[in-house]
């Protein structure tokens, strides 16, 4: 069994997450359907899951599925995205553990129902999410500050919650920040798998979204300095609490 991740984008991978999960002794199965079948993430994907096509046809080894970040946006037109918004909601369907960052977060907003669309400002860097009290009381984050700094990087955002999910935190640009759905379906619209070296990668691909915030890349800098040391503690404990929480301990033993 493996837990299926969707990448969307090169520098964007699982992370922290993923180091996190691959700790605890789950599998992780990577799929960039951006990309041709053939490329060796894809190739090497399909060859270590049963199954022969990049979204599988059932769900009998899947032990849950993430969906990542990306340049990409909901409502553009992407080849690929139609057939991941479709498997992200039987997803959900099944009560498995769904996780969207970002992107993800997005199209796991939309094929449920809610709404998605652009900012008029984009919001990047580190800011403060604060987490209301259903979700100051949510398992998956606890030991999590109330307010705590989280390293945003998006120009779009969701509107409109999907009917019946639950909203846990908000920023002051952004109000659904962190949103539960149904079982084991939870999104953030920050990067909790990000860490350093990944954040300075992207970097150089911020300049338009600094632009429109109104912020420079040596201001960015400035913010990482004096609060990557507390986003990556408090990140750090979200990824043990998703690997502790969403991912029922008898599938792992069983896998």
């Not at 992200?88 to 960052?101: M, N, S, V, Y």
């Amino acid at each position: 069994m493996a837990i299926i991740v969707f990448q969307h984008g090169e520098l964007v991978g699982p992370g922290r997450l993923g180091l996190t999960l691959r700790d605890n002794g789950f599998k992780l199965s990577i799929r960039r359907l951006d990309l041709a079948a053939d490329h060796p993430i894809n190739r090497n994907a399909l060859e270590d899951f049963e199954g022969g096509s990049l979204i599988p046809a059932d769900f009998d080894n899947v032990q849950g599925v993430i969906a990542l970040g990306g340049a990409q946006n909901v409502g553009e037109d992407h080849a690929w995205m139609p057939g991941e918004l479709a498997f992200l909601k039987a997803t959900h369907e099944r009560q498995l553990p769904l996780i969207g960052i970002c992107l993800g977060a997005q199209m796991i907003a939309h094929t449920l129902g809610g709404q998605v669309g652009k900012m008029d400002t984009p919001e990047i860097g580190i800011k403060t999410v604060s987490l209301n009290p259903i979700g100051q009381t949510d398992p998956v984050l606890a030991g999590i500050a109330w307010d705590s700094p989280q390293y945003m990087t998006h120009g779009y955002e969701v509107k409109q919650l999907p009917p019946g999910a639950t909203l846990l935190g908000s920023s002051k640009e952004c109000k659904n920040q962190i949103f539960k759905a149904g079982v084991r379906t939870y999104a953030f619209q920050s990067h909790p798998e990000f860490d350093r070296a990944m954040i300075e990668a992207l970097l150089p691909q911020e300049k338009d979204f600094c632009a429109r915030a109104n912020i420079s890349e040596s201001d960015l800098r400035a913010q990482l300095d004096k609060h990557y040391p507390d986003f990556a503690r408090y990140a750090d404990r979200l990824c043990v609490n998703i690997a502790s929480y969403l991912f029922p301990l008898e599938r792992k033993l069983n896998a």
